[in-house]
């Protein structure tokens, strides 16, 4: 009784609002997930909640292990389409209780509130959490390891331990991960320590964060079947992704400079809000003063979000949520510096500015429409949406012309990967066309039709094959194209070529 009295005496009113807060959230977390895998990652990952195969993309390349185990777990809670949302959101909570422990340490309750409830509402943690997607896992453990360090700054041998557990937990989500926030770990450590023990306690962090990024990179390429099958996957697909991209793997110069310009577009749009306060902060500098814990702020965020933009501008770069891993950092500068300008005007005006930017977050995610540029569309409830009724509609395609001797032959979907192939009902054989810009949906010639086998398990393709000849024991095809930006479903009979309504 007397633990419970004291447990309940530390409770602070903002405490209770927070919990409201993660309870609201969690409600409309749920009700925003996707109910079909939006591009090829999360098809792949969803296959691997029956057969874990990186050497087939069961998931793909670098493996993430944690994760598909965590998604095994929950599947058997909310079933296989929505496995890796549930863990998702346990990260999500996790990163925005992080934040909020994090910043009522340092006496900042406030802080820690307005930037934990702006990252949970920001569209980019949205829309890579509500689909099965494991890009959040770098937010979540960014936020736990500053947490941990700043939390345990005086118990080290508790620090230590729990740094070691992070870092093995998150390097067998990905590896890269932890080499990205491996630079965030030792500048916590340096902030937090006293002067004498700085380089003693930074030592001891690199340490374990190295023992223990390397330890799950070994276990990761053990479980993918060996070293020889996991290079040879990772250079499959990531080898090639960089080549196409940085001009340190042979790309050409301008797919370079186009990769850097979506990746800086993106940063400016995430980073302007924080920009501004900064630009108001240095204001206040002048007339004012900069406190100190300000500073030492402003060191962590500085190795928070450079190393991953190092490694996005040199190597490669293709979504805007691979940013999510800078959020946590911009949205406490930010929630930091409102509080800081406004603190002659009273907390109300602070949280009047927080309020405002959360709207206007959940307002891109769940208002965007069709008519706004695709990137941004691309990241809202309505896209989800869209390619949930994009399968519904392939399935029931599908099914109605399934056979064991009909062939499947895809040409192009407006909104869906060819990885569909991998999750569709379909006993027959699959194929695509090997030029999709010779083909002509109102005029099929099957003698001529250049097509290559295709293998939906390992997703390998056969060369090209001229001609129907050589697919003589089907009925019929069953055609997948892109008719004027909308998807066509249409069989055709093999003898005739005539399409089979």
């Given amino acids: 009784m007397q633990f419970l009295n004291k447990l309940y005496s530390g409770v602070k009113p903002v405490d209770l609002m927070f919990a409201v807060l993660l309870a609201l959230f969690t409600v409309m977390h749920v009700l925003s997930w996707s ?34 185990g965590l998604g095994r777990a929950t599947s058997f809670v909310v ?27 340092l006496g900042r309750s406030e802080v820690g509130f307005a930037s934990a409830a702006l990252l949970m509402t920001h569209p980019l943690s949205l829309a890579a959490t509500v689909v099965p997607e494991s890009y959040f896992s770098d937010a979540f453990f960014g936020c736990a390891i500053a947490a941990w360090i700043v939390i345990n700054a005086h118990r080290p041998k508790i620090l230590v331990t729990g740094i070691t557990l992070i870092f093995l937990a998150l390097g067998l989500f990905r590896a890269a991960s932890g080499v990205e926030l491996f630079p965030l770990a030792l500048a916590c450590a340096y902030v937090t320590t006293d002067k004498e023990h700085q380089y003693r306690r930074v030592f001891q962090v690199a340490v374990c964060a190295t023992t223990s990024i390397f330890t799950a990179y070994v276990l990761t390429v053990m479980l993918a079947g060996g070293y020889q099958i996991y290079s040879a996957a990772v250079a499959r697909v990531m ?40 630009a108001f902060i240095w204001k206040s500098r002048q007339k004012d003063y900069w406190p100190a814990d300000t500073l030492k702020m402003l060191q962590v965020a500085v190795f928070w979000v450079l190393p991953p933009l190092a490694i996005y ?34 907390k109300p005006y602070a949280w009047g500015i927080i309020s405002v930017v959360i709207g206007l977050q959940l307002g891109l995610f769940y208002g965007a429409t069709k008519s706004w540029p695709m990137s941004l569309y691309q990241i809202s409830q309505a896209y989800f949406q869209e390619q949930d009724v994009a399968w519904a ?46 083909f002509n949906i109102d005029n099929i010639d099957m003698k ?37 930006g909308r998807p066509s479903f249409k069989s055709y009979n093999v003898e005739t070529g005539n399409a089979v309504f």
């Fill in 393 to 438: 509609e392939l399935r029931t395609a599908a099914i109605a012309a399934d056979g064991q001797r009909n062939l499947l032959v895809w040409i192009e979907h407006p909104t869906l990967s060819v990885y569909a192939l991998r999750l569709i009902p379909w006993s027959g054989k699959v194929a695509s066309l090997d030029s999709i810009h010779a």
């Fill in 313 to 346: 501008s040199l190597f490669y770069f293709l979504k805007p949520t691979y940013l999510v891993i800078l959020l946590p950092a911009l949205l406490v500068i930010f929630s930091w510096g409102v509080f800081f300008v406004f603190r002659s005007q009273g």
């Fill in 239 to 278: 080898g090639a992704a960089v080549a196409g991209k940085s001009i340190f793997a042979g790309a050409p110069i301008e797919a370079h400079l186009f990769m850097l310009m979506r990746l800086f577009a993106w940063l400016l749009l995430i980073s302007l809000p924080t920009m501004i306060v900064i």
């Fill in 79 to 105: 079933g296989k389409a929505h496995a890796y949302q549930l863990v998702n959101l346990f990260m999500l909570i996790g990163a925005g209780f992080c934040l909020y422990l994090l910043m009522r340490k």
């Fill in 448 to 484: 001529t039709l250049q097509l290559q086998r295709i293998d939906p398990k390992t997703m390998r393709w056969s060369k090209a094959e001229k001609g129907i000849a050589n697919f003589k024991d089907f009925d019929q095809i069953f055609v997948v194209a892109n008719e004027n």
């Fill in 35 to 68: 109910e079909e895998p939006p591009s090829v990652d999360p098809v792949n990952f969803l296959l691997a909640l029956d057969h874990y195969d990186v050497a087939t993309d069961r998931p793909h390349p670098t493996g993430y292990p944690l994760f598909v």
